[in-house]
């Protein structure tokens, strides 16, 4: 039961333009919701949250916008640069959890081409 | 601050061996977690521990794992008889405890790449 799915491995696109990376969920009972940044042979790095009181966050270059109704986040980053090329993870927390576990999706492989 | 730290950063071992992995938590964060990731999967969670008491195990923590937070600080995590399965990527991740309704940000270490030949 993939309660947190990415369903693009993967996606290209070219420095400067923007990234626009994608997460569906389908527990409506998360309330809090994150991405990560993930370098091979590194733990995941914390990006940016967004709680389900909102629809938007922002935080310099990326901005995540939160679809409750559709169960649908998004992660922009604008302008994409080469260093930004990393697996990103989106994450869930709440439900019938009371403890913050992240329930991740399986990640999507971002390549920012100069 | 140092962020949270893991220890090894890698570990080769045998079928049946047993193996105990080391997390240092960020100073003062009462909530630590492990999680596990294998190739192509996003990480999965194992366990939580509020302070020295662990709260919540996930049903991927056989009885070949335990895990321990004593005197709430670090956490190890052992694995008994370990099988080729257990190879993966073991991440620790720790948060302060003072957000409300658990909305706080997960800081991840650099993990403990185990290889069970």
């Known amino acids: 039961d993939q309660q947190v799915k990415q369903n693009s491995p993967s996606l290209s696109v070219q420095e400067g333009r923007i990234s626009i990376l994608n997460c569906d969920y389908t527990n409506s009972m998360f309330d809090y919701f994150l991405w990560y940044k993930k370098y091979p042979a590194e733990g995941p790095t914390f990006l940016i949250s967004?709680?389900?009181?909102?629809d938007k966050n922002e935080d310099g270059r990326f901005t995540v916008f939160l679809n409750k109704s559709a169960k649908h986040l998004s992660l922009h980053i604008v302008p994409s640069q080469p260093g930004d090329s990393a697996v990103y993870f989106c994450?869930?927390?709440?439900?019938?959890?009371?403890?913050?576990?992240?329930?991740f999706g399986q990640g999507t492989t971002l390549q920012v081409k100069p | 601050d140092t962020g949270v730290s893991q220890d090894p950063r890698h570990k080769i071992t045998k079928r049946g061996q047993n193996v105990t992995f080391r997390c240092d938590p960020i100073?003062?964060?009462?909530?630590l977690y492990w999680y596990r990731q294998t190739l192509g999967q996003g990480p999965e969670f194992l366990t939580y521990f509020q302070n020295e008491a662990q709260l919540e195990k996930s049903r991927l923590l056989s009885d070949r794992f335990s895990a321990e937070r004593p005197k709430g600080s670090f956490s190890t995590l052992e694995i008994q008889r370990t099988e080729q399965g257990d190879s993966a990527m073991y991440l620790c991740?720790?948060?302060?405890?003072?957000?409300?309704?658990?909305?706080?940000?997960?800081?991840f270490g650099p993990g403990t790449r185990l290889l069970v030949l």
């Open positions: 994450a869930a927390s709440g439900g019938s959890s009371n403890t913050g576990k992240l329930i």
């Open positions: 967004i709680s389900s009181i909102k």
């Open positions: 991740a720790s948060s302060s405890g003072q957000g409300a309704r658990y909305q706080e940000t997960q800081y």
């Open positions: 100073s003062e964060h009462n909530r």
